[in-house]
């Protein structure tokens, strides 16, 4: 069975299920700057959880390719009310924070947040998984190379998908061997990879379970869909069902997405599937 422990909620994992992405970064490639005040911040959380969202992972960096970096207190400084505004409004919110960085992730955890999302998996920060260790909380380590500023000239593999095992593999033993127990791996899709290295390693996202860990897959309305099918990230929802469903059928026991009820109901047909076979 995979399941993780969020406020001493036991999670199950083997049924999949939904997280729900609420950017309040300016300048994140899909969603950036959409939320302008505390009340929309709120209507889009409200709406996620009635959706279905199991998980809500709110970000202050923008990790897209060439995003702006921003200093650490900037970072708190924009986080940290949205965390107190969000678990102070919905007390039972099992909220992920999307950071690489220690005192983020701390100050975060300490009012109120669940969960952390690594993009780095603790590579940036050499602070994080002492962090993350101590506050006994899930963690969430996803593959890359580089950092968002660099990573889009970082993809050259000799075997992507031998080298993101690896890679994850490195990373699970070093959370582990500092006492992290609740570890959720994610392949890293757009992350220095080409658009063919993405459909190379969702095809093979499978062979992920050798890991034997709940596998986080975030696909939402990325390049490798809009540049596929010739569209921009606003007509990428359709696209992103298709692949959030080939995603469950790999494995996934968690979808990182922008629209939850799509994803929801995906993850309902493609169990209903499974059971009547």
Do not use: W
């Not at 596929?228 to 059928?249: F, K």
């Amino acid at each position: 069975m995979k399941s993780i422990n969020c406020k001493g909620k036991l999670i199950d994992l083997d049924t999949p299920k939904v997280m729900g992405i609420l950017n309040i970064t300016p300048d994140s490639f899909y969603d950036g700057g959409s939320y302008k005040d505390e009340q929309d911040i709120l209507r889009q959380a409200e709406k996620m959880l009635i959706d279905g969202a199991t998980f809500i992972d709110v970000g202050a960096y923008s990790s897209r390719p060439g995003a702006t970096d921003i200093s650490v207190d900037e970072e708190c400084k924009r986080l940290i009310p949205m965390v107190k505004l969000l678990v102070n409004n919905f007390p039972e919110i099992l909220l992920s924070v999307d950071t690489f960085r220690a005192k983020v992730a701390q100050e975060a955890l300490l009012v109120g947040a669940s969960l952390i999302n690594d993009i780095s998996a603790g590579l940036i920060d050499d602070q994080m998984l002492q962090t993350v260790s101590e506050l006994k909380v899930p963690y969430v380590l996803m593959h890359m190379q580089g950092t968002p500023q660099t990573m889009k000239m970082l993809t050259q593999y000799e075997d992507l998908v031998k080298e993101v095992i690896f890679y994850l593999s490195k990373r699970v033993a070093a959370a582990r061997a500092l006492g992290i127990n609740d570890v959720i791996i994610d392949p890293g899709f757009g992350f220095a990879k080409t658009v063919s290295q993405n459909f190379k390693l969702l095809n093979a996202a499978d062979q992920l379970q050798i890991l034997d860990l709940p596998l986080l897959i975030g696909l939402s309305r990325k390049s490798m869909i809009t540049k596929t099918l010739d569209v921009d990230a606003q007509s990428a929802l359709n696209g992103t069902s298709v692949l959030n469903t080939i995603a469950l059928e790999k494995g996934a026991s968690i979808l990182r997405v922008h629209d939850v009820k799509e994803a929801v109901e995906a993850v309902k047909l493609y169990q209903t599937l499974i059971a009547s076979a």
